[in-house]
C-alpha cells in the first residue's frame, strides 16, 4: 500500500507538472510583443488643462492615476488641475494580462487661468434654462441631457467644465464626448419635437473644445421620416486646447424641413479622441431672411435653346467627351459616346460597369458667376438602361467655394439611385444651391457595381442640362455649345475642383516636393516615434525624375491602435505669402488601400505668428482615394486672414484599428504656388 501511495503521489507531481508546463506556454503571453506604455502631455498653464497623449506599445487596455485620487481608462484623457505638483502614472496592458507601468512628474502653476482678470479666482457662470425643441434649442448642460440625446459610438457625459473661459465658455457644466475608432460615422443625434425654423434663425452655434485645431466638426440636419432630405454643414476648428464657438449657417431654404440634428467629429475617419461640447443654440436672423437672400432671378426658365445650359456637350453632339472630365481617380469602368442609341439625335454618352466597377464622369466649377447661392437651380437628362443586382446610377450636384470647397452636396432623387428602365426617361430635379457658389457648381454622374458576382449597368445618357431656376429645358436639343456664361468645359482658369485647379505662377513654395534630392529634406516628419508609420524618399516609385515620397500607415506592423503617418511643408513662405489670397496646391499620387479603415488625407493650414491657426482646410472636403496609376490632384484654396506663420501643407496616411489594414501612398511633384490672375 505504502509503495501504492507512493507511486501516486509521484504520478500526480507528474500531472501536475504537466499541467503547469502547458499552462504557461497556451496562455500565449510569452508570444506577444512586450508591452512598453509611455505618454507624453501637454500642458496649458494658465488654466490647468492638461492634454494626455498615450504613446504605449502593444497594449489594449489602460488604468491611469492622476495623483490627485482620481483616475480614468479612457486612451487619451484629458484632465484639469489645480496648482500643485502631480505624479501621474499609465498602466498599460495586454490582452494576456502582462503590462508595464510609466511614470511623469507634473507641475502646474496656473500663471492667469485661474484669475478672473481681477486678481480672483475664476468662478463659472451658472448655465441659462436648458431646451431641446425645435422652437427655442438651446443645450446649455444646465441639467443632464444625455438620456434625451443619442450616442453611437461617441460617447456622451455630463461633466463640470474642464477648462474655465470666462471670455468664450465661462459655463459650469458641459459635454463631454468620447469618439471611439469602432465607426468612422460615431455621431451624437438629438430627435426634436418639430421642424427647425430657417426664416427667423440664420443657423446654428456651438462652442467645441478640441485638443487640436483643424478638426473637422460636421453638423447634419435630417428629416426623421425621411433619410434622404439632409443637408451636411462642416466647419474646422482653429484652436488647440482652447474653446471656440463655431457658426453653422442654413439657408432659409432648407427651413421646415428638418427635425434631427446629427453631430460628426473628424467624420469617415479612425479618430480616437475626446471633445467637449456647450450651448448648441440657434441664432437668428439678421438680413435677407424671409425670402432666402437675393437667390438671384431665377435665371429665364428656359426658351427651348441653349443658351441657359450651363453643360458644354450635354448632348454629345460633338460625337465625343468633350467638356467632360472622365478619367476621374478610382474609375474602372467604361465611357464611351456612341450612336448606337439616342433620344434625339445622333449620340449619347455610354456608361458600363462590371461587377466592383465604377464609372464616374463629371463637368466640374460650371456656372461660375452665374449661379448664386441659396437659389434654385435644376438638373435634367434623359436616361435608359439596365442595371443587375449591385448595380446603381447616382447624379449628383456640388455647390462649390473658391475658400471652402463644397459647401453642399445633393444626391439628386432623395439621396436614391436613379432607377434605369429599357425606354428612354426624362428625369427633372431642382435643388438649391449652397451658402457659398464662388466657385460655381459640379455635376457628377456615376454607374457602379458592388462586389456582387454577374453585376452589370449599362446606361445611356442624353440631353444633360443644368439651369439656373426651376424649367428643365428642352425635351430636345443640340447641346453641343452650352451657355456662353458657363465657366468654360473643366472648370477653366477658375480651377478649384477636386482634380483641376487653377495655374500657378510665381515662386515655389515647397522645398524638395519632388524629392530629387532623393531624401526628405525640406520635409518636417512625424512618423518616427508611431509604430506602423513610415516615410521615406524612393526610387520605386516617380511620375517624372527618379524619386518620390513613399507614406504608409500599417496597423498590422502597429502596436495594437490607431496608426497615422504624417508628413508636413510646415510654415512656407513666412512673410511671402498674403492673407485672404489664392494659391493653388498640386501633387501626383498612387497606391493602395488594403482591408477597411484606411484613408488619405491633404490639408491645408494658415498659420498664427504664435500657436494655432487662422484658417484649416481638407482638400476635396474629405479623404482622397489612391489609384494604382499616377494622377495629378489640383486644389485652389484661400489663404486666412492671418499667415504671419506662413502656410502648412500636410498629408496623412491612415489606419484605424481595424485587422488588415493598410495604406501605402506614393506623391510627387508636391506643389504650393500663387494662382495665376
Known amino acids: 500500500m505504502k509503495k501504492l501511495l507512493s507511486q501516486l503521489r509521484k504520478m500526480s507531481l507528474l500531472i501536475l507538472g504537466v499541467f503547469f508546463l502547458g499552462c504557461s506556454s497556451d496562455d500565449g503571453a510569452a508570444e506577444l510583443p512586450k508591452v512598453v506604455a509611455g505618454f507624453t502631455v501637454t500642458l496649458n498653464q494658465d488654466t ?12 489594449k487596455t489602460y488604468s491611469w492615476s492622476f495623483g490627485d485620487g482620481n483616475t480614468s481608462t479612457e486612451v487619451n484623457p484629458i484632465k484639469i488641475f489645480t496648482e500643485g505638483t502631480y505624479t501621474v502614472s499609465l498602466k498599460a496592458s495586454n490582452e494576456a494580462g502582462a503590462s508595464d507601468t510609466f511614470e511623469d512628474e507634473i507641475i502646474v502653476t496656473v500663471t492667469d487661468g485661474g484669475d478672473d482678470g481681477d486678481g480672483g479666482d475664476v468662478t463659472c457662470t451658472e448655465e441659462t434654462a436648458q ?8 443645450l446649455t448642460f444646465q441639467t443632464d441631457p444625455t438620456a434625451s440625446i443619442g450616442s453611437f459610438d461617441a460617447g456622451l457625459t455630463w461633466i463640470d467644465n474642464p477648462d474655465i473661459d470666462i471670455d468664450v465658455n465661462g459655463s459650469c457644466k458641459v459635454g463631454k464626448i468620447d469618439r471611439t475608432s469602432a465607426n468612422p460615422f460615431a455621431n451624437n443625434q438629438i430627435e426634436l419635437d418639430t421642424k427647425l425654423d430657417f426664416n427667423a434663425n440664420g443657423g446654428l452655434t456651438m462652442k467645441v473644445w478640441s485638443p487640436t485645431a483643424g478638426t473637422n466638426v460636421m453638423i447634419k440636419l435630417e428629416d426623421q421620416s425621411d433619410a434622404g432630405s439632409f443637408i451636411e454643414i462642416p466647419v474646422i476648428t482653429t484652436q488647440a486646447s482652447a474653446w471656440e464657438e463655431l457658426t453653422f449657417p442654413v439657408a432659409s431654404t432648407e427651413s421646415g424641413k428638418y427635425d434631427l440634428i446629427i453631430l460628426f467629429f473628424e467624420v469617415n475617419t479612425a479618430t480616437v479622441e475626446t471633445y467637449f461640447i456647450d450651448d448648441l443654440t440657434l441664432y437668428p436672423c439678421t438680413e435677407n431672411c424671409e425670402d432666402g437672400g437675393d437667390g438671384g432671378d431665377g435665371g429665364d426658365g428656359g426658351d427651348g435653346t441653349d443658351e441657359n445650359n450651363l453643360i458644354s456637350n450635354g448632348g454629345f453632339e460633338t460625337g465625343d467627351s468633350s467638356g467632360w472630365e472622365t478619367s476621374l481617380a478610382g474609375n474602372s469602368g467604361v465611357f464611351t459616346v456612341t450612336d448606337a442609341a439616342s433620344k434625339c439625335d445622333t449620340y449619347s454618352g455610354s456608361f458600363n460597369s462590371d461587377t466592383a466597377q465604377l464609372m464616374v464622369i463629371r463637368q466640374a466649377n460650371i456656372g461660375v458667376g452665374v449661379v448664386t447661392p441659396n437659389s434654385n437651380i435644376t438638373i435634367s437628362f434623359d436616361l435608359r438602361g439596365t442595371a443587375g443586382d449591385g448595380g446603381v446610377f447616382i447624379a449628383q450636384l456640388f455647390s462649390e467655394s473658391i475658400a471652402d470647397g463644397v459647401t453642399k452636396t445633393d444626391i439628386l432623387n432623395n439621396s436614391m439611385p436613379i432607377p434605369l428602365t429599357e425606354n428612354w426617361t426624362r428625369y427633372s430635379f431642382t435643388t438649391t444651391t449652397g451658402p457659398d457658389v464662388s466657385n460655381g457648381v459640379s455635376l457628377l454622374l456615376k454607374s457602379e457595381c458592388g462586389a456582387v458576382e454577374g453585376c452589370i449597368v449599362e446606361a445611356n445618357i442624353d440631353n444633360v442640362y443644368v439651369a439656373v431656376g426651376t424649367n428643365g429645358g428642352p425635351a430636345c436639343y443640340s ?15 477658375n480651377g478649384g475642383g477636386d482634380t483641376g485647379g487653377g495655374t500657378g505662377t510665381g515662386d515655389e513654395f515647397t522645398t524638395n516636393g519632388d524629392f530629387e534630392t532623393g531624401d526628405l529634406s525640406g520635409w518636417t516628419t512625424f512618423v518616427d516615434n508611431i509604430t506602423g508609420a513610415s516615410f521615406e524618399a524612393t526610387d520605386t516609385q516617380a511620375n517624372g525624375g527618379t524619386f518620390s515620397g513613399n507614406l504608409v500607415a500599417d496597423f498590422e506592423a502597429g502596436s495594437g491602435g490607431p496608426v497615422d503617418a504624417v508628413v508636413k511643408q510646415a510654415n512656407i513662405g513666412v512673410g511671402v505669402v498674403t492673407p485672404n489670397t489664392e494659391y493653388v496646391v498640386s501633387f501626383d499620387m498612387r497606391g493602395t488601400l488594403s482591408g477597411d479603415g484606411g484613408v488619405f488625407f491633404a490639408e491645408f493650414f494658415s498659420e498664427l505668428g504664435t500657436e494655432g491657426v487662422s484658417k484649416a482646410e481638407i482638400l476635396t472636403g474629405g479623404p482622397i482615394p489612391p489609384t494604382d496609376t499616377w494622377s495629378t490632384y489640383s486644389f485652389n484654396v484661400m489663404t486666412g486672414s492671418d499667415v504671419s506663420g506662413g502656410i502648412t501643407l500636410q498629408l496623412k496616411s491612415a489606419c484605424g484599428p481595424i485587422q488588415g489594414c493598410a495604406v501605402d501612398v506614393y506623391v510627387d511633384n508636391v506643389s504650393v504656388k500663387l494662382v495665376a490672375n
Open 48 to 59: 490647468g488643462a492638461a492634454t494626455f497623449k498615450n504613446t504605449s506599445t502593444n497594449a
Open 131 to 138: 431646451s431641446l425643441n425645435a422652437t427655442d434649442l438651446n
Open 479 to 493: 447641346g453641343t455649345d452650352g451657355s456662353d456664361n458657363g465657366g468654360g468645359d473643366t472648370g477653366g482658369d
